[in-house]
């Protein structure tokens, strides 16, 4: 399938690496998610989330910037502590059994290997997550190199994620692909000069293009569309 709105020069590419979101991009569960921070949200602070708010102000973010979007203040630990706990599990509780890969993403995987091009994790989840995900997806072994959300102390828009990931590579950031499915993450990996090929899991191809993503596909079978 053609990727949509292609735009920016020299594609087919070859990158020095590769960097990937984990929700959204590797497996296709934000509906889980949102579900999740909807219900947690209502329960402990009496907030009704709309699919606007979902759009704008969760998706894309570690949980202290996204806590202090919707209220309008930096949580404290025990609020962040508390809510932290009580969302992640409740998703997991959601996605339990039903987390699936994006298609395409084990061949494309298995051509970055035998073109020896390295790729790293770049998410706003915490290991519990990565590990749970990591696991249903049977790619335990896989995403060595990984940035989590602890890892940084600005999560996404912010450009320091992808800044980090590519320096785990020993890369510039200019030099490597990014793969991402919401607002933000697109916002943070162009920021740190990736260029990014999103993916429409979560948003609208043209809400990603306008982030600053290049191309944007519905899956990773039309790797060979951007990939040399």
């Not at 329960?43 to 704008?56: I, K, P, Q």
């Not at 999103?198 to 951007?226: I, K, M, N, R, Y």
Request: hydrophobic residues 45%.
């Amino acid at each position: 399938m053609s990727p949509a709105g292609e735009r920016g020069p020299g594609w087919p590419w070859r990158p020095a690496g590769v960097l990937f979101d984990m929700d959204g991009v590797l497996t296709a569960n934000n509906a889980f998610h949102r579900r999740a921070w909807q219900e947690v949200a209502a329960e402990l602070l009496g907030l009704t989330l709309t699919e606007h708010d979902l759009d704008t102000k969760v998706d894309g973010g570690r949980n202290p910037e996204i806590l202090e979007r919707l209220t309008g203040q930096v949580p404290d630990d025990a609020l962040l502590h508390t809510f932290h706990h009580a969302k992640e599990g409740r998703y997991r509780d959601l996605a339990r059994g039903a987390l699936r890969e994006v298609a395409g993403l084990g061949g494309y995987l298995d051509a970055l290997e035998a073109r020896q091009i390295p790729y790293a994790l770049v998410t706003s989840g915490d290991a519990v997550n990565v590990a749970f995900a990591l696991e249903a997806l049977g790619l335990e072994h896989c995403f060595t190199v990984r940035v989590l959300g602890e890892d940084v102390t600005r999560g996404k828009p912010d450009p320091e994620p992808f800044v980090l990931g590519a320096a785990r590579l020993g890369l510039d950031p200019r030099t490597c692909l990014a793969h991402e499915d919401a607002v933000n993450g697109v916002r943070s990996a162009a920021a740190a000069g990736c260029r990014v090929v999103a993916l429409s899991t979560t948003a609208p191809p043209e809400v990603l293009l306008e982030a600053g993503a290049e191309q944007c596909v519905p899956d990773f079978t039309g790797w060979p569309l951007w990939l040399l």
